[in-house]
């Protein structure tokens, strides 16, 4: 496929850490039905090994290259794909013109540099979500998506089961269960605590810490292992908003708004991490109100077993990962690969049952074949609005301060349904805590304020907006600084 050979990386960039976009190169071409796509992979840890399985699997597929900053992870990978190339620096790896596309499976902080490097590489990208580990950063990628014509896919795969549509067809055309009046997501899922060193943990000898931080401010760390525990920290990681909410909250973008509503207009958000007196900084109880305009949606997270000692976590009316979409003649609770329908006693009407969304890789090469893309599940744009209600919903966490009893005063419930949703919300997460011991109005709680949210700007409005509007934008290492693109 040489004709992907059409941004060149020069050798003094190379060693500035910057690179050189030569914009005017000429379009893409639609590839030969039989002609092989070379893909490599960023970051080869657990997610990036799904990868590495998925796109191999696929006919046509070549896993060209490897990438990950810890040597000990490509060389593992390289035991499986012997002739694949193995790299610790990303941007040796795009300079090589027989790569036609890339899939990212860093950490979150890595993602849209990587992808906006790719295309102005000329590779076509495949990142995983969440898209972005800031607002900011992410309209970027769209704007280099535009920019270099390229075709980008998120990860979130579950796009790409059929069930989405019939939930759809279920909810929209046939209207079996009447107006939606609000909807309930959650994510319930017991992790536990990363731990807390009193002494600083040693970086393995296997990685090249300049390049695992790239973007990320240079911090010492205090969590007991190097890898994945970067989620809960808000230098590298977007919590569990961003690792498992921007599934469910894609879910319901897609199955209950049809992507028509992009962001929230208002956002309250609420939680804090607690019990576990560890090193992360992420909530591991969490929750939002988003304003859309229409049917008022809320999310529930939590970390923490419902009760302590015990093994079962939360769930609202049976949901643990998943929604729940209240409507005026019954509700219908999704969940990956699967859903059901019920009526307002109670009594189940219809069950949809399909895959997670396994097809998800092979979209993606079909849209690179044909340099299309039209076609994709879950493109750039798609990918960015959905990451950007978890990125709210974070800051929202970020400048809480200590709960008030009017805290909750201007969140609207037009109607029944969106009244009992909150209601009963409000009062699981204030029982939650209770039976861990903490009452809302304890100082390791966080409560914002209402803030106002432009969906066309991205940028927060009136009162509270200059403290939220700063953590839209992250500051960025020198060489490793997300460019603007216009």
């Given at each position: ?373 039209s076609n994709l599940k879950a ?35 037009p109607n029944e349904g969106a ?68």
């Open positions: 496929m040489s004709q992907f050979n059409r941004r060149q990386f020069l050798q003094s960039s190379l060693a500035a850490g910057a690179f050189v976009s030569l914009s005017s190169a000429s379009p893409a071409k639609a590839m030969a039905a039989n002609e092989e796509v070379n893909i490599a992979v960023i970051g080869c840890g657990g997610r990036g090994g799904e990868h590495l399985g998925q796109f191999s699997s696929l006919s046509g597929v070549n896993i060209a290259g490897l990438v990950d900053p810890d040597e000990s992870r490509t060389g593992s990978a390289q035991r499986k794909f012997p002739k694949a190339k193995r790299y610790t620096d990303i941007r040796k790896m795009l300079e090589d013109p027989a790569i036609d596309a890339v899939t990212i499976a860093s950490c979150n902080h890595w993602h849209c540099l990587a992808a906006i490097w790719a295309m102005e590489a000329g590779k076509d990208v495949y990142v995983e979500k969440p898209l972005s580990h800031s607002q900011w950063e992410g309209r970027q990628v769209v704007n280099a998506a535009r920019k270099y014509d390229k075709v980008v896919q998120i990860g979130t795969q579950q796009r790409s089961s059929p069930i989405q549509d019939e939930a759809k067809k279920l909810l929209h055309e046939e209207k079996a269960l009447g107006k939606i009046l609000s909807v309930q997501v959650c994510r319930y899922g017991i992790r536990g605590s990363i731990g807390k060193r009193s002494t600083p943990l040693e970086v393995p000898s296997s990685v090249d810490y300049d390049l695992w931080l790239g973007p990320a401010a240079d911090q010492v760390l205090y969590r007991d292992k190097f890898h994945y525990d970067w989620h809960w920290d808000w230098n590298t990681g977007s919590g569990e908003m961003g690792n498992w909410g921007v599934h469910v909250l894609d879910d319901v973008r897609n199955v209950v708004f049809r992507d028509s509503v992009k962001l929230p207009t208002r956002i309250l958000a609420g939680g804090g991490r607690v019990v576990w007196n560890d090193a992360g900084d992420t909530p591991n109880v969490h929750f939002a109100y988003f304003d859309t305009g229409e049917i008022p949606t809320f999310i529930g997270l939590s970390n923490l077993p419902a009760v302590p000692g015990e093994r079962k976590s939360l769930n609202y009316r049976g949901v643990t990962s998943g929604y729940l979409v209240q409507c005026e003649g019954g509700y219908y609770s999704g969940r990956r690969g699967g859903g059901d329908a019920y009526d307002n006693q109670g009594k189940k009407m219809r069950s949809l049952k399909g895959s997670s969304g396994t097809s998800h890789a092979q979209n993606f090469i079909d849209a690179v074949r044909a340099q299309d893309n493109e750039v744009a798609v990918g960015h609005d959905s990451t950007g209600w978890c990125n709210l919903a974070n800051i929202g966490f970020q400048v809480g301060g200590q709960y008030k009893p009017d805290a909750f005063e201007e969140i609207v419930t009244k009992r949703i909150w209601s009963d919300l409000q009062a699981q997460m204030e029982s939650h805590l209770a039976a861990h011991g903490y009452k809302l109005s304890d100082s390791e709680i966080r409560v914002s304020p209402m803030l106002n949210h432009d969906p066309e700007t991205e940028r927060f409005t009136g009162p509270h907006a200059e403290g939220a509007n700063a953590l839209l934008k992250r500051e960025y290492r020198k060489g490793y600084e997300v460019p603007e693109i216009a």
